[in-house]
């Protein structure tokens, strides 16, 4: 079955900077978009960054654009989010997802989360 595990996450003072891991099993890594997702405390859940399956295309929320870089290693089955320049606002679960089947409907896969906090 699909699974994605998540590491890395921590504290950290603002202004620091972390690096998340997730590694997928279960699914052609290679052959699928994988998305970092964040979700604050009591709030909704939102992208961070899309990275496509060969790496070619990223995306990311303007509010990390130029601090956050996702990048992956198919061979490794694993994608990452360099998180740069922490502040405060970036405190949150941060979940792995993979979206697997049709356009209209995919199912969507999560991994467990990894808490990130930004604190002096």
């Known amino acids: 079955q699909v699974q994605l595990v998540e590491s890395g996450g921590g504290l950290v003072q603002p202004g620091g900077s972390l690096r998340l891991s997730c590694v997928g099993s279960?699914?052609?890594?290679?052959?699928?978009?994988m998305r970092w997702y964040r979700q604050a405390a009591g709030k909704e859940r939102e992208l961070v960054a899309r990275?496509?399956?060969?790496?070619?295309?990223?995306n990311y929320a303007e509010s990390v654009k130029g601090r956050f870089t996702i990048s992956r290693d198919n061979a490794k089955n694993t994608v990452y989010l360099q998180m740069n320049n922490l502040k405060p606002e970036d405190t949150a679960v941060y979940y792995c997802?993979?979206?697997?089947?049709?356009?209209?409907?995919?199912?969507?896969?999560w991994g467990q989360g990894t808490q990130v906090t930004v604190s002096s």
């Open positions: 997802n993979v979206d697997i089947g049709t356009l209209i409907a995919p199912n969507k896969f």
């Open positions: 279960g699914f052609i890594f290679s052959s699928y978009a």
């Open positions: 990275i496509s399956p060969g790496a070619s295309m990223t």
